[in-house]
């Protein structure tokens, strides 16, 4: 009887050092884009046909939880020319990594 008893308290101990050990990221359930620009040119992203940010040429950027779904995503250059268009579908919690390496 002691046995199970103690056994009953290792595995509440494990279980509440395990969920303490989660962080927010395992817990995400938001869908994020991240843009990797890797071309020469400055770069305006749009989501959904909404201006969401402006990516400069060597950097990167993100907009957080898009949502879970279909998505379009496009990138302009500074002349207002389309450079990408991509149609995406994400899972909740997924995110997209898009990189561009062109303009």
Request: charged letters at 25%.
């Amino acid at each position: 009887m002691r046995f199970f008893r103690d056994f009953a308290r290792a595995l509440a101990l494990t279980a509440v050092v395990v969920l303490a050990a989660c962080n927010e990221e395992v817990l995400d359930t938001e869908s994020d884009l991240v843009v990797l620009n890797e071309s020469p040119c400055d770069l305006t992203i749009y989501v959904d046909g909404r201006e969401a940010f402006l990516v400069q040429a060597g950097s990167d950027m993100s907009l957080d939880d898009i949502g879970a779904g279909r998505h379009v995503v496009e990138a302009l250059d500074v002349r207002g020319n389309l450079v990408s268009r991509r149609a995406i579908e994400l899972a909740s919690g997924e995110d997209y990594y898009c990189t561009l390496d062109n303009c």
